[in-house]
């Protein structure tokens, strides 16, 4: 990608000085930050030198304590919400009339009103969705000034944690008064084989030049290596209008197919000129890539059937809060793709931009989607408030924006929207279907729906679904296409199993359902609000990781599942009440820290060897203890204790794991798994002594010294020789010296009250987390972790 953007430069300068292309600033740095109302502050000259200073994206709500009585509820995670202003200084050029302006948000969690220089400039009220505003005719040269109040003090609103504040990045961007139009490309490839694809490209200008002037419209595309491999032109197009449109259209050969397994990308660069000037350049992702859902034999990608292996995931980004930060997001990819997870669903609202470049890039297909609800509530605060008057301008600002991303498949138009238990469902399920498929018809809409009669869901009744969309109900699965005849059928949402790493408690072999349903309270859970990390707890409405994946595996019409969820996520802590005030719904808790279920899926959606053994190895004398082993790439597995064997196991019939039960003995639990007799894995775990010290172990050593750029260090407690200590609840304490600060710590414990913004926290069963960012200059970060009574811990980070 150097070459492809030093031929860039290239072009750009080879066409002089009178070229008025566009440039897009990165807008985060140096905003003040007033925590209240102060309405006085969208006035240019108010004061605001006693306001804090900080870089964006910001969520205050992460900064906060929390408590039960914050408005927001335990639900929503129970941190504060309340009301929020930014304002920012900047500096435009004296021939600034030349250009036009633009400010883009993507993404204020909410209520944002804007004004530039005391003028007010616009508002949109939903968190979730990207907006931008024209600021030319306000701007002056020399300083000017910003102002954005943030409103999340409604409340209750979010059935999860939102975050409060400008949680996205901002740009400002400049260009010719002949350009490209905002979100003004769309790419697709309306036919594509092995030899060749066609490729549309949707060109629409911006035109605040002179009406009737003509340009001429270059579309080139370059492979990954920056190779041009085809062109478009159109010439003497005419400016009639204040918007042109058009269509190009060229062929790409032999074609690089963007798949999960091989995420094959090209860039399309539109040039505009008027006669040699170079006026605008604009680039466009493009992945090449077709696919279709099949009642019978589910999803294929690129000719080839593929079960779709999705979770949903919330937005928030643990200790982190709302706050994007591009390495956070990847790291949660990175952890997803090596667990076998090939697709997300970005429940339940319109994603970061960040996510949709990194599902392009890393090969992850998406269920983009717009809404959890429509006119009816599910909160009394929450979108419905909105939603007559901005569902439209929302649901397209959504379209728009993400349409040129190959990794998304799907568009839903809604989660378990209430409007489907009554006839006012049809007619907003048909205009919202047709909003979307005026803007795209390269992909499918549905919505997730979990009323399971056909004749009562008015929403399916509508008859402009493209795809069943179904949450829950893992039993319909099999009888689906016999009660669906022809309809193509995809498990939207599953599962809802609960856990919190490394505990484990009695009786693994019975499921249980906690509440039992949703009049009754849960009273037979856990004093510490731990729930057990065998698989054999779900909420009352969905069922555990191994019943649901059973399902799925058999049946091909099953294109494939998201299970709810990937993470864990701040708020909504089911089965408990307060002080829980997080969800226990993840294959990985929230540091980050997979849970033994991880496992499973690895061996199941993954052809890496896997031997995974639980539970830890320290107990007291006289239990019993059950112990499971996930595998793959094996026939068996053989379980030693202490060098005696227990005997072989191997998976029978619809079987996920196999089980010992084992009388306690300290000592050592090896597991070996084999394959016609020859060993592919062994594993060990070691009963535990007293905490000793501490050990530091960092996700990348080196960083981008940008300001942005993480690193995530585990710490873990251990033993004397080396075995970490199971149930460890050590209070770790953080000094860091050098180029790095201390972004947040965490353990992954659903109820803990710590707070994610300190220099300390207590590890839970024997892990915590501290997360080490950038300063934005190079150097050394030295980290120091220290507890009373253990040997410390110091690593050496390098940002450059």
Known sequence: ML???????????????????????????????????????????FDDAGWRKLNLPHDWSIEGAFSEKNPA??????????????????????????????????????????????????????????????????????????????????????????????????????????????????????KVDEHSAVVDLQVAIRNQGSLGAKVNVESSIYNAKGVLVATAKSNNVLLSDTLKKFTQQTLVKNPELWSTAHPALYKVVTRIFSKKVLLDQYETSLGIRYFKFDALTGFHLNGKPLKILGVCNHHDLGALGAAVNTRAIARQLEILKAMGCNAIRT???????????????????????????????????????????????????????????????????????????????????????????????????????????????????????????????????????????????????????????????VAPDSIRRWPRDGKTKLTEGNADWAVSAYDNV????????????????????????????????????????????????????????????????????????????????????GKTVEVWAYYNQADEVELFLNGKSLGSRSKKGEDLHVVWQVPYLPGTLKAVSRKDGRVILTKEIKTAGKAAKIELVADRSTITADGKDLSFVTVKIMDIDGNLVPEAANLVQFSIEGEGFIAGVDNGYQASLEPFKASYRKAYNGLCLAIVQSTGKSGNIRLKASAAGLSSATIILKAK
């Open 538 to 621: 779900s909420a009352y409405w969905g069922s555990t990781h191994e019943e649901t994946w059973k399902e799925v595996k058999k049946y091909p019409h099953v294109s494939g599942l998201f299970v709810w969820t990937g993470f864990d996520y701040l708020g909504e802590p089911t089965p408990y009440p307060w002080p829980a005030r997080s969800s226990y719904f993840g294959i990985v808790d929230l540091a980050g820290f997979p849970k033994d279920t991880y496992y499973m899926y690895q061996s199941e959606w993954t052809d890496t060897p896997v031997l995974h053994i639980l539970p830890h190895w320290t107990w007291t004398a």
């Open 73 to 190: 509820k335990p639900e929503g995670g129970g941190l504060p919400t309340g009301i929020g202003w930014y304002r920012k200084s900047f500096s435009i050029a004296a021939d600034f009339k030349k250009k036009s302006y633009y400010i883009e948000f993507d993404g204020v969690y909410k209520n944002s009103e804007v004004w530039v220089n005391g003028v007010f400039i616009g508002a949109r009220p939903f968190g979730y969705i990207s907006f931008s505003y024209e600021l030319s005719k306000y701007l002056k040269a020399g300083k000017n000034v910003i102002a954005v109040k943030v409103d999340n003090s409604a409340q209750p609103d979010s059935r999860w944690y939102s975050g409060s504040g400008i949680y996205r990045n901002v740009w400002l961007t400049s260009t010719a008064k002949v350009a490209v139009d905002h979100w003004g490309t769309f790419v697709t490839t309306p």
């Open 347 to 505: 429940a339940h609202n319109p994603p970061a931009p960040e996510l949709l470049e990194l599902c392009d890039q890393m090969g992850f297909l998406v269920m983009d989607e717009a809404f959890d609800m429509w006119k009816k509530k599910k909160n009394s605060k929450d979108y419905h408030l909105e939603f007559p008057k901005w569902h439209q301008t929302d649901l397209e600002s959504m379209v728009k924006r993400d349409r040129n991303h190959p990794s998304i498949i799907l568009w839903s138009v809604g989660n378990e929207i209430r409007e489907q238990f009554d006839s006012t469902g049809v007619a907003i399920t048909k205009s919202l279907v047709k909003m979307v498929k005026d803007l795209d018809t390269s992909r499918l809409v549905m919505s997730a729906l979990t009323e399971t009669d056909s004749t009562k869901n008015f929403i399916f009744k509508a008859g402009v679904l493209d795809l069943y969309g179904l949450n829950y109900n893992h039993k319909l699965y099999k009888d689906f296409p016999e009660n669906y005849p022809g309809h193509r059928f995809l498990a939207t949402e599953t599962t809802s199993a609960l856990a919190t790493r490394g505990y484990y408690d």
């Open 3 to 45: 070459k492809f953007k030093l031929f860039l430069l290239f072009i750009l300068f080879s066409f002089g000085a009178e070229a008025q292309t566009r440039t897009r600033q990165n807008f985060n740095q140096d905003w003040k930050f007033f925590l209240g109302d102060m309405q006085q502050a969208k006035s240019t000259n």
